[in-house]
């Protein structure tokens, strides 16, 4: 009896373990059928993806250091367009491998665009882009390229679809922005918008830039600038917001200079409003010799009765 219950041990063992070997082999088989997919966070494809970017990382930077040091002899132009040379035959490579990994087409792109070959840049981005419309930076890079090459209303699409995927990044906002201003016709044809609508739309879109980065001073300018092509079409335009705008920038940057041509713009803007005393307040905290006498250009203009000579 001792001796068949210790047989039937064994083989109850045995038949456990050819179970647990099978699923470990199913196991195993399925993983790699995950793996290489490309649907496993490690995959070789992402693997490679990772040390090729890398690579691209390594060579911006020395491109970087060569502009800086542009003066400096012991930098080497061969070694640079050596590595130059090598990291697109790797991107070429990669992507003879992967033909449809739109982020090393999108960043393949990029390294084109920074090396000064656009057109072959904006080749790339259009691939990716057959294959995903879902990444909002390569929407945006090529909606650069298109609003630099005569193709304002393909940008305007894009930079529009780029805020509708991430309307949290400012630039999209300040991109469009200057899209709508410096191409109103090409805006009416998209929105059937007049020109007062385009320049309200130009204004939304550079105030939702300033307020999602609002240490940025190009933002902040191009907000505050823009209501000057505002007003040119509307009459009686109320200049309060614009006046705001202008202070807003107030106290972005220190420097003497910088806060003399803030000062001249709410001296145009107060003179704008008819505020005299106003705009004669913002003219005595002006340092500059050079805009003091232009703000008391601009206040002749909207004053010519009472201001008389220059303070």
């Known amino acids: 009896m001792a001796e068949r219950g210790s047989h039937r041990g064994r083989g109850e063992w045995s038949w456990k373990r050819f179970f647990i070997s099978l699923s470990l082999v199913l196991t195993m088989a399925s993983a790699g059928l995950w793996w ?18 890398v690579q691209y990382i390594e060579t911006k930077s020395e491109l970087d250091r060569m502009y800086l040091q542009a003066s400096n002899p012991s930098v080497s132009q061969f070694n640079l367009n ?45 691939r990716a882009v057959e294959f995903s419309h879902r990444d909002p930076q390569l929407l945006n890079n090529l909606a650069n390229y298109y609003g630099h090459n005569g193709r304002a209303e393909e940008a305007i699409r894009l930079y529009e679809e780029a805020i ?19 191409f109103r016709k090409e805006t009416n044809a998209i929105h059937g918008w007049d020109l007062q609508k385009t320049f309200e739309h130009s ?7 300033r307020d999602l980065e609002p240490q940025n001073t190009d933002y902040a300018v191009s907000y505050a600038e823009t209501y000057y092509g505002v007003k040119s079409l509307s009459k009686g335009f109320e200049w309060r ?16 200079q910088y806060q003399d041509t803030i000062r001249v713009h709410l001296v145009r803007i107060n ?17 500059s010799p050079a805009s003091r006498q232009f703000a008391w250009q601009i206040m002749k203009r909207s004053f010519p009765d009472e201001t008389g000579n220059e303070i």
């Open 271 to 287: 003179s704008y409003e008819g505020k005299q005393a106003t705009a004669l307040d913002w003219y005595n905290q002006i340092r």
């Open 164 to 182: 509708k995927r991430d309307p949290g990044d400012p630039v999209y906002h300040f991109n469009l922005g200057n899209m709508y201003y410096l």
């Open 241 to 256: 917001a614009a006046e705001d705008a202008w202070k807003f920038c107030l106290p972005m940057d220190q420097h003497a």
């Open 36 to 53: 290489h997919s490309g649907r496993f966070p490690y995959s070789p494809q992402e693997v490679r993806f990772r040390i090729l970017m």
């Open 203 to 209: 204004l939304l879109q550079f105030r939702i830039a």
């Open 82 to 126: 050596r590595k130059i040379n090598r990291l697109c035959e790797s991107f070429e490579a990669f992507l003879i491998r992967y033909p449809g990994h739109e982020q090393a087409m999108s960043a393949y792109g990029s390294f084109l665009d920074e090396i000064g070959n656009g057109d072959a840049a904006v080749r790339w981005w259009e």
